[in-house]
Every structure is written in C-alpha cells, then in structure tokens.
C-alpha cells in the first residue's frame, strides 16, 4: 500500500491534473466507479488502476476491483493519499490512467454526422457535449485550438463515457477542416442569433458538421472566411441565448429526426 505523498505514482497522477502532464504522458485520469467501468467496457488501455478499501464498501465496488484485477495492473493506497490526488469532493475510491488515443489519420469520406467545438470553455459543456455526440452515434468531434482540453477530469466524468467512445480530433484549425469538408461534399451548419433560415428549415440528410462556439463569443471570426450554412434556433422566450451544450443537442437531434424520418419514408 502507497502511503507517501513522495511516491513517484502519487507525483504521476497529480501531474496528469494539468494538462502539460497530460501531454507530457500521454495519460488521462478516469475517476470513480463509473468512468472506470465504462473504460473497461469499451475495452479502452488502461495504464494502471488506484484504489482504496472504500471501493469495496458497495457491491459494484467489489464487481469493479474483481474485473480490474484480472486483467490491469493495480496499486492499494491509503485513504489520505487518495484523497490528495482525486480530483472529487467524495471521491470513491477508484481511478484510472488510461492512454490519450494515438493521432490517427482522419477519413473525410466517411463522415456521416459530425461536430466542431471551437473555443468551449466550460469542462461540464464540453463533457454534455460529448455525451449527446455518443448518444446520437457521431462519427467525429473536432476541437479547435483554444477550445477546452478534452481529457480533463470535469470533461472525462461528464461524458458519462462517452470521451472513451467518440472519435476525438483535438488541435484542427478551421482552415483544415473547412478544406476537407468542402472537398468530401460535408456541409457545415452553425447557429447564428442573425440566420435567415430556422435549424428545422436546413436539410441534414447528407454528410454534415456542426458548429458551435464559445458560451460568450460564439464562433471565432475565422469561420466567416468559409461556407458556412447558418441557421438560428428560435427562441420565443426573453433569454438572450441558449447554452452551448442544448445548442448542440438541438442540432444534432434534428438530424437525428430527419435521418430516422428517411429511413422510414423509404421503408
């Protein structure tokens, strides 16, 4: 059992709290029982586990360590360690480190539905986003630069699971993926409090992106020098805008519905 602060593991992990470490590592943590068993279903590396009795206070704690042990590498540390390298009010007693996914060439034909996330800044609308994105089976998210990093705690445990599986493309410029849009056919569609045309007006039948920006700026001017489709979402009450998040979830479900709407036309 780990019980001092000095341990190289105990420095590891609190490095990996910042997103310099992240990337120095190549490691993202994964904390408290869920995340831990979401990573294990989506069969996702998993570094080495961090664990204290508390886990094994509840039965899913039991069922969790038994599969981890059988398969992962695993560290016991004291309760106070544990509790200076959560990144939680009540922690559970169980973390991961998983690998950061190897860059990987990105297939612009096979983009049916995807999303850019330009500039978000809030962990907990990053983290809905990517959930909404998993729960409506995108195929891509493109981060831009400057854009919240996506392997941050608050991110990891507000996806719920989701950030282990989605296809994620940090760092991509407007400029990259702009150009590889229009030559694979893939329109992007963004909200625009000033759009002349209603989400549910836009067809979203063909392959499609989209955009939404930062929770106080909105998109970055360096979109304004490429095609995009705007749409705004009406809003009939008096707030002045929607969150980002709920923007998102209603313009990918609206492409849900017409996909859905299609199939079953043509059936």
């Known amino acids: 059992m780990i019980t001092s602060p000095s341990n190289d593991l105990v420095k590891l992990v609190m490095s990996l709290h910042h997103k310099k470490g992240r990337k120095e590592h190549k490691l993202f943590i994964a ?3 869920h995340p831990v068993t979401e990573a294990l279903k989506a069969g996702v590396p998993i570094q080495r586990y961090i664990w204290t009795g508390k886990l094994i206070s509840s039965p899913e704690g039991k069922n969790l360590l038994n599969q981890l042990q059988s398969r992962y590498e695993g560290v016991e540390v004291s309760d106070r360690i ?3 390298i959560s990144e939680t009010d009540n922690p559970q007693g169980i973390l991961a480190l998983i690998q950061i996914p190897t860059e990987k060439p990105i297939d612009f034909s096979k983009i049916r539905l995807g999303l850019i996330v ?20 995108l195929d891509s998210l493109f981060f831009t630069p400057g854009t919240a990093d996506p392997y941050q705690g608050k991110v990891v445990r507000a996806t719920m699971g989701g950030i ?15 150009k590889n849009a229009l030559e694979h056919g893939i329109q992007i569609i963004a909200g625009y409090p000033d759009a002349v045309q209603s989400y549910f007006e836009a067809e979203m039948l063909g392959p499609t992106l ?13 979109w304004e020098s490429y095609p995009i489709r705007k749409v705004y979402i ?34």
């Open 31 to 33: 904390e408290g029982i």
């Open 82 to 84: 544990f509790d200076k």
């Open 118 to 137: 330009d500039g978000v800044q809030d962990p907990g609308n990053i983290g809905t986003i990517i959930r909404t994105a998993w729960a409506a089976d």
């Open 164 to 178: 282990f599986n989605q296809n994620l493309f940090p760092n991509r410029t407007p400029e990259y993926i702009c």
């Open 210 to 222: 989209f955009l939404v920006g930062n929770e106080g700026k909105g998109v970055s001017e360096a």
């Open 234 to 267: 009406p809003q009939p009450g008096q707030a002045e805008s929607l969150n980002v998040a709920v923007s998102a979830g209603i313009l990918i479900y609206e492409a849900v519905r017409q996909r859905m709407m299609n199939r079953s036309c043509k059936n």
